[in-house]
Every structure is written in structure tokens, then in C-alpha cells.
């Protein structure tokens, strides 16, 4: 077979035409079908692990195998993931980049020359602060040279990262009405975009995005709270549709909130909470469609969450109970 005739009978011809004809020729019979085995240096049926058998009996004297074994090597594509994981972040014998890096049969190649120029700009960058959030390993062990070098990196993803859930969950919560929802949806895919082709510290938070932060922060820790989104919609809803403050739809979630002791005594909760009606809640027509702004509807929300927080105060003042 070929391969017995790379290790007996071709070894012996030195004429530079004949085993270039040759190269080619195994090139085209055992190389290009197979490109993707090639990779696998420890399958039996890989022939550039035969190859690699082949140059190491004869001690590399082949000259046919050498070049062989170059254009075999010539096949590898790898990608950055690929090389960033194998060498920093999760190194290992087994893998291909180990071979081309450590296995004498590649150190004279130009793939070898590559990695190795590739490895060093990599880490260039790095130490530069130009780190893409992909860049960033999820665990790095006791690797203390890498970890420095992620470690301020990591602290501001995860800062940014942080600030955008606040603001997400503020949007979700409050603005699912707002005519311009899709805009803010637009800047925050973009955004998230960036952290895979720019520098994480080039990133600013977009102004539009900003301005939503302080709301946030004090609309979001009501959230969920059952007592506050009646009391909201209360506030908000349409004026055809509107309840007067106190009712049971609103008395409810406060009692399960609350001590029994203020269920004793509704009409006081329902008198109080008339009080702080204002004049400036946004009001909207029945059947027609929300035409309000994000910023105008949580800068409302944060308004009446100040009513809301006064009349809580008193509620739990009257009934002796301690406030949230």
C-alpha cells in the first residue's frame, strides 16, 4: 500500500521533481477527503498519525514523509475559541494545539510559528485591557497570572451587566405600554452586541438607558409586591375603568401583606388611602391606546410610589403595626 511505499521504497529518491509529483499525489489520494480527521492525532486511521509513525521509526529521514506531513498540517483551521480555551483557559496534552506547540514534528512548521504569534498578540491585548466579555473565562483556578489580568475586566462586565438588569426589570415591570418600548429593546441588543467586538472598558452605558437607572433603582424593590402594582393600577388606569381607592381589589394583597389587625378596620385604611390622591396621575381615555413615553410613565410610577409609601406608613401607623 502507499504507506509502505512512503516507509521502503520512496525514501531512497532524493530527485526534488519526483517527490513533489509524489507529495501531490498523496496530497490528492489521502489527504483532502479526510481533512477533518486529520485533526484527530491518536486515531490509527488518520493518516497523518500514520505519517507521524512513519517519521518517527526512520528518525525524520524521509524527506516525502517531512513534506507530507507539512501540507497535512497546512489543513488545520483554528479558530480563536478553539486556541483561547486549549492554551489559557482549559490546557490539555490530548488536544491539537498541544501537538503543534510541543511535538517536535511540528516545531520546524509554519502553523507552529502561527499559534505561537497568534498566542502572543492574544496576550498583548490582554494585558492592554482590550478584553471582550467572550474573552472572559467562567473559572480560571489557580491560574494567579491569568486571574490578574481578568480580574478588573470581570468587575466591570459584571458592574455593567448588573446596571442593565436594573434597568430590563424596570422596563418589563412598568413600560410594556410604552409607545416607544422598541427602542429601548433596540439599544439594549445593541449594547449587549458590542461586549462581543469591543474593549469591555470602552462601553459606556447608552444616556438613553442612563436616565432609566435611578428610577429603577427605586421602582424595581416593589416589583412583585402584590399591594403595590393594585395600588399603581389603581392610579394609572383608565378613567372609565377606574375604582375608587380602598375597594376590595386593592384591600386584599395589603391584608396579606400586613397584620390581621388592619383588616379590623377598613374604613379608616380606605379613608386614608382617598388622601393621597394627586391631581397629576396619568389619566387616559376608555378604549384608547396608551401614548405615553418610558421615561414619563416610571417618572409617574416613582411619583405615586411616594404616595404610596406615605400611605403605607399611616396604614400600619393606625393599625399599630411596623412598616415594611
Known amino acids: 500500500n502507499l504507506n509502505s511505499l512512503l516507509r521502503d521504497a520512496l525514501r531512497i529518491f532524493r530527485n526534488e521533481k519526483f517527490l513533489d509529483a509524489c507529495e501531490k499525489q498523496y496530497q490528492k489520494d489521502k489527504l483532502v477527503d479526510v481533512k477533518a480527521r486529520l485533526r484527530d492525532l491518536y486515531d490509527p486511521n488518520n493518516p497523518l498519525f500514520q505519517l507521524m509513525n512513519i517519521a518517527k521509526e526512520q528518525n525524520r529521514q524521509n524527506k516525502l514523509v517531512e513534506n507530507s506531513i507539512a501540507c497535512a498540517a497546512s489543513m488545520f483551521e483554528i479558530g480563536d475559541v478553539e486556541l483561547i480555551n486549549d492554551t489559557f483557559y482549559r490546557p490539555s496534552q490530548n488536544t491539537l494545539i498541544d501537538a503543534i506547540l510541543f511535538n517536535d514534528l511540528f516545531s520546524s512548521l509554519s502553523i ?3 499559534i505561537i504569534d497568534r498566542l502572543n498578540k492574544q496576550w498583548e491585548k490582554w494585558e492592554q485591557g482590550k478584553i471582550l ?65 469591543e474593549n469591555i472598558f ?34 394609572t388606569r383608565p378613567s372609565g375603568r377606574k375604582k375608587s381607592i380602598g375597594t376590595e381589589g386593592l384591600m386584599e394583597p395589603l391584608e396579606r401583606q400586613f397584620s390581621e389587625e388592619i383588616e379590623e378596620d377598613l374604613w379608616t385604611q380606605e379613608q386614608l ?24 410613565i416610571i417618572q409617574q410610577a416613582v411619583n405615586i410610589l411616594q404616595d404610596f409609601e406615605v400611605t403605607l406608613k399611616r396604614i400600619c401607623e393606625q393599625g399599630d403595626s411596623t412598616p415594611i
Open 112 to 114: 507552529h510559528k502561527t
Open 133 to 197: 466579555a467572550s474573552d472572559i473565562p467562567k473559572e480560571t483556578g489557580k491560574q494567579d497570572q491569568l486571574d490578574s489580568v481578568f480580574s478588573n475586566s470581570c468587575n466591570s462586565l459584571k458592574e455593567k451587566l448588573e446596571t442593565n438588569e436594573k434597568v430590563i426589570t424596570c422596563l418589563n415591570t412598568y413600560c410594556q405600554g410604552a409607545i416607544d418600548k422598541t427602542k429601548y429593546s433596540d439599544l439594549i441588543k445593541n449594547w449587549h452586541a458590542r461586549f462581543e467586538e
Open 202 to 235: 470602552s462601553i459606556d452605558f447608552p444616556s438613553d438607558l442612563s436616565q432609566i437607572v435611578p428610577f429603577a433603582e427605586k421602582l424595581n424593590p416593589y416589583a412583585t409586591a402584590m399591594a403595590w402594582q393594585t395600588y399603581l393600577d389603581q392610579r
Open 273 to 296: 388611602l382617598s388622601t393621597v390622591l394627586s391631581t397629576d396621575e396619568i389619566v387616559i381615555a376608555p378604549n384608547e391606546p396608551v401614548k405615553v413615553e418610558s421615561v414619563s
